[in-house]
């Protein structure tokens, strides 16, 4: 499944900002920037703003009632001061835009991953924001798969899970 460019860029920004183990300027600046966030560059205040944030992006991630996923990004959009418009700036087509330009990265980091889950949920139902079933395993994902069944963030924590239910299954009583 293919989100349009700001629902995918806001949803795995929010993957990336709650998967991250090191909420640094420095290592938060690449992950915007893989993100296409423009001037991406961040004060220490900036990284302290977007860890409290990714806090809040987290319960979203595999939430299987979907009244309670709906309310919490509802919740989301509330604390974000966008107001969603068109644009169709610099020869591009129309697209829909969830923040201000002139806002500093912070409000548009929260405008665009709020934006984006907003556009998953609308377009998935819910179900394609996951977090791994390999027990230990945190992980968060976006699943863009074709039949929206991934339970795992990478085939390396599926392959553990898979291997140690066929050793299981091969233990004689």
């Known amino acids: 499944m ?21 909420y640094s300027p420095g290592a938060l600046t690449p992950i915007l920037s893989a993100n296409a966030m423009l001037r991406p560059e961040l004060t220490p205040a900036q990284a302290g703003e977007l860890e409290l944030w990714a806090g809040r992006l987290d319960p979203v991630f595999g ?5 309670t996923q709906i309310e919490l990004i509802n919740d989301l959009l509330k604390m974000t001061a966008a ?14 835009h969830f923040f201000s330009i002139d806002a500093d990265i912070v409000s548009r980091a929260k405008d665009t991953t709020a934006g984006g889950l907003a556009m ?5 139902d819910g179900r394609r924001l996951g ?5 230990g395993c945190v992980i968060v994902y976006v699943d863009t798969s074709r039949n929206g069944r991934r339970r795992f963030c990478s085939l390396a924590c599926a392959n553990r899970v898979n291997v140690a239910n066929h050793r299981a299954r091969r233990v004689t009583p």
């Open 131 to 135: 977090r791994c079933d390999r027990e």
């Open 63 to 67: 939430e299987r009632d979907q009244e």
């Open 83 to 96: 107001t969603p418009y068109v644009s169709a700036h610099d020869g591009r087509k129309p697209h829909l």
């Open 120 to 124: 998953a949920i609308s377009f998935s």
């Open 2 to 22: 293919h989100f349009n460019t700001y629902g995918g860029n806001g949803a795995a920004l929010s993957a990336d900002l709650v998967n991250t183990a090191d």
